[in-house]
């Protein structure tokens, strides 16, 4: 089944405890792409990657981090977690170019920063 | 101003009516507008993509004003499993044309 799956999907943690989201996608897409989502504010797009070792900021890079050293990983990590961090995010993936491609989302992670 | 800007809701419709709502956006050289479905805190899909020339699905049509750039959901016959949150998404085609701008999405309750 062609699926991007993100894990975990529940995470509670503390300030400044170093974490990683995992996302993966099985489709083969060239691009990649990590949301959050918040009440009132949408979906505003954090990192996002065009190919293998190829990433670029999106509209909230602030204190995230990506990689992408496969083609069908794409991990999300907080160094350094904070509480407005708190947030759902979201893993998606399409064929080709964002703007042109439908996009493939993950199931989501609640990620609560105490 | 937002770059993409939607009535957030809710639109409360009877089961079997008919139910339209617009979204707004700012950069008139956008070249892709899709809408996409998201049920509560579940992951977007896409419900369709929106053409020049309008476009149905089913019951959905989606419509594109460019002279007053904003494009339009419409439900016909709505059925309880409509009941979602629709997202109007747009590409700004900024540089390279890869980022996509979501809309913070319209609320829809179809009730018997």
């Known amino acids: 089944e062609a699926q991007v799956t993100q894990n975990p999907r529940y995470l509670i943690t503390v300030t400044g405890k170093k974490l990683t989201v995992t996302c993966s996608q099985n489709m083969n897409h060239e691009y990649m792409s990590w949301y959050r989502q918040d009440p009132g504010l949408g979906l505003r797009q954090i990192y996002y990657?065009?190919?293998?070792?190829?990433?670029d900021k999106g509209d909230v890079p602030e204190g995230y981090k990506v990689s992408r050293k496969e083609k069908r990983n794409f991990p999300l990590i907080l160094e350094s977690p904070s509480p407005n961090q708190t947030s759902l995010y979201f893993c998606?993936?399409?064929?080709?170019?964002?703007?042109?491609?439908?996009?493939?989302f993950g199931p989501g992670t609640r990620l609560t920063v105490l | 101003r937002k770059e993409v800007e939607q009535d957030p809701g809710p639109f409360n419709v009877p089961e079997g009516a008919t139910v339209a709502f617009n979204c707004t956006y700012s950069n008139s050289a956008s070249q892709s507008f899709f809408w996409y479905r998201q049920d509560c805190r579940k992951e977007p899909k896409l419900l369709m993509s929106?053409?020049?020339s309008g476009n149905e699905d089913g019951r959905f049509t989606a419509q594109l004003n460019r002279a007053s750039q904003y494009i339009s959901l419409l439900i016909r016959d709505s059925k309880l499993s409509d009941s979602a949150t629709y997202l109007c998404?747009?590409?700004?085609?900024?540089?390279?044309?890869?980022?996509?701008?979501f809309g913070g999405g319209t609320r829809v309750l179809v009730k018997p």
């Open positions: 998606a993936s399409s064929i080709g170019l964002a703007g042109a491609d439908t996009q493939y």
């Open positions: 990657s065009m190919n293998v070792e190829v990433t």
């Open positions: 929106v053409y020049s």
């Open positions: 998404v747009v590409n700004p085609v900024k540089a390279a044309g890869n980022k996509l701008t």
